[in-house]
């Protein structure tokens, strides 16, 4: 009896302590899955933006029908490099005294949606998807996939501390060879909402009943140039205003 004691206490002596180890992975792992916010990347870590000019001369001979086409697992059958396809909600509605609005909503992952700003898209980049396209102006709310990039810039008429401008991207099917990128602000608002739900885990996000951001894949690309991205005239002052609520 006293002899079995013995061997059960110099086993227990000689095990490995598991729970320290554990706790020393966990801590190891945390390290090495350290998160940063999308928006805090590093000018070093982005890729150079691709200029629109080229990434319009590389669809240009798509299709409407061709841009929208997905294979059997819902995979995009064209790949647009540094753009992450989205559903995109556009709608035209009529106020009582007869005057027309136009809104589009771009659904970047589960809660997150960028509503483009009334400069971005108005009623002429409506009428223009009307005319290129398969839809009726009859059409109260139209639904199709888009192609999205996030961009990161410098400017002198930018107020950030560091002249920095953030901004996104929408590149709209069309039929005509002359294909469509919109560009508008981010939001104070939305660049906290976008940094939150970069740096969760995918477990988290399931806990929460949310999209895993960091698995849709965004890029954030560094333009160098503003030229390369086709810059409203009015982009700074909306981004400007939103530059106490980041």
């Known amino acids: 009896m006293s002899n079995k004691t013995n061997a059960n206490t110099n086993n227990t002596e000689n095990k490995p302590n598991t729970e320290n180890k554990s706790a020393e992975n966990a801590e190891n792992k945390e390290i090495k899955t350290e998160r ?3 928006f805090s990347q590093e000018d070093t870590k ?3 933006l691709i200029p629109n000019k080229d990434i319009l001369e590389k669809v240009k001979d798509y299709s409407f029908d061709d841009l929208i086409a997905i294979n059997d697992d819902r995979s995009m059958k064209i790949k647009v490099e540094q753009f992450i396809p989205c559903m995109c909600t556009i709608t035209k509605s009529v106020t009582k005294t007869k005057n027309i609005f136009y809104s589009m909503e ?3 992952s589960t809660p997150l949606k960028h509503k483009m ?3 971005a898209f108005n009623e002429n980049t409506y009428n223009r998807l009307i005319l290129d396209c398969g839809f009726s102006s009859e059409e109260a709310i139209i639904t199709f996939p888009v192609r999205v990039r996030f961009v990161k810039g410098y400017s002198e008429d930018s107020l950030s501390d560091d002249k920095s401008y953030y901004a996104i991207q929408v590149l709209i099917p ?3 060879s002359r294909k469509l ?4 602000y981010i939001s104070g608002g939305e660049k906290i909402l976008i940094d939150l739900a970069s740096v969760k885990t995918r477990e988290e996000c399931e806990k929460k009943k949310i999209s895993y951001f960091s698995g849709r894949g965004f890029k954030l690309c560094l333009a ?3 030229n390369s991205v086709n810059m409203p005239k009015n982009f700074f002052e909306s981004y400007n205003s939103e530059i106490g609520n980041q």
């Open 174 to 176: 069309c039929n005509s």
């Open 46 to 48: 982005l890729e150079k």
């Open 224 to 226: 160098d140039q503003e």
């Open 106 to 108: 771009v659904q970047l």
């Open 36 to 38: 940063i916010e999308f």
């Open 181 to 184: 990128i919109i560009f508008d």
């Open 117 to 119: 700003s009334s400069e």
